[in-house]
């Protein structure tokens, strides 16, 4: 059976042309799992999952760059999936109200079956945990367990020790690298540098550096990166599949 993750959006803040916001879609022996769903995800996603069929979405925070498309699939599935069941969708609160703000029919209640992330400590085949990480709303790293996979997902972040324990012993550690060079000085932080990522990515066997700001040239957070981890820096690309 298939254990992969591909890529379906990079970026943070706006999508780049050609590109797309946060996205990923992990499948495990049959079950898809997507992990954010931000600008331009959507038809990326329908490429590998007609009709939006995946079996749980889970969102790390209210920005759009990481759920807007949420809404979307939403549509995707209330007028081409009418006889489906809702899909779990694990996030925080403040995600649903920003769903609704932006189309209220369907209610995203009717669409999905949404759980509090933060109470929720199974996804299919995984064991969930979450931690709440510095960001400007509330924002959870999340970290899916099954017996021979593990693979965390920080979404957005500013550096803070707890990452250490989301990264420890994942086979593949997917870490906000918004910046690069230096730290900034400003405090506080919700955002890292790739260097930043890589310190904190210390116990992971393999790093996926994502959410760059628009124009960076990958290739240097992943040069930064590098000089820290010990273990295979990739950067996240649009379409990227990842056998794990």
């Not at 042309?17 to 931000?38: I, P």
């Not at 979307?72 to 779990?88: Q, S």
């Not at 900034?184 to 790093?207: D, F, N, Q, V």
Request: with cysteine; aromatic share 8%.
């Amino acid at each position: 059976m298939s254990r992969q993750l591909t890529v379906l959006g990079s970026g943070g803040a706006w999508p780049e042309a050609g590109r797309a916001c946060a996205g990923f879609l992990l499948e495990y022996d049959g079950f898809k799992v997507v992990l954010d769903l931000g600008y331009a995800t959507l038809p990326r996603l329908l490429e590998y999952c007609p009709l939006g069929a995946v079996d749980a979405v889970i969102v790390t925070h209210q920005h759009p760059d990481h759920c807007v498309d949420v809404s979307a699939l939403a549509r995707v599935r209330h007028y081409e999936a009418t006889e489906a069941a809702p899909i779990p969708l694990y996030c925080p609160p403040g995600v649903v109200d920003v769903l609704r703000a932006l189309e209220p029919r369907p209610d995203p209640a009717t669409v999905f079956d949404v759980r509090d992330l933060a109470a929720s400590t199974e996804v299919g085949p995984f064991r969930l945990g979450s931690v709440h990480l510095p960001h400007y709303v509330t924002n959870l790293g999340v970290r899916l367990e099954a017996p021979d996979l593990i693979v965390a997902y920080t979404g957005d972040s500013g550096p803070t020790g707890v990452l250490r324990a989301l990264a420890k012993d994942a086979d593949l550690y997917i870490s906000d690298a918004t910046l690069q060079g230096p730290p900034p000085e400003t405090t506080p932080r919700y955002i890292m540098t790739a260097g930043e990522a890589a310190t904190y990515a210390s116990g992971a066997k393999r790093l996926l550096l994502t959410h760059f700001w628009p124009g960076s040239d990958r290739a240097i957070s992943v040069a930064e990166a590098g000089e820290i981890f010990d273990g295979e820096v990739l950067a996240a690309e649009e379409g990227l599949v990842i056998a794990l």
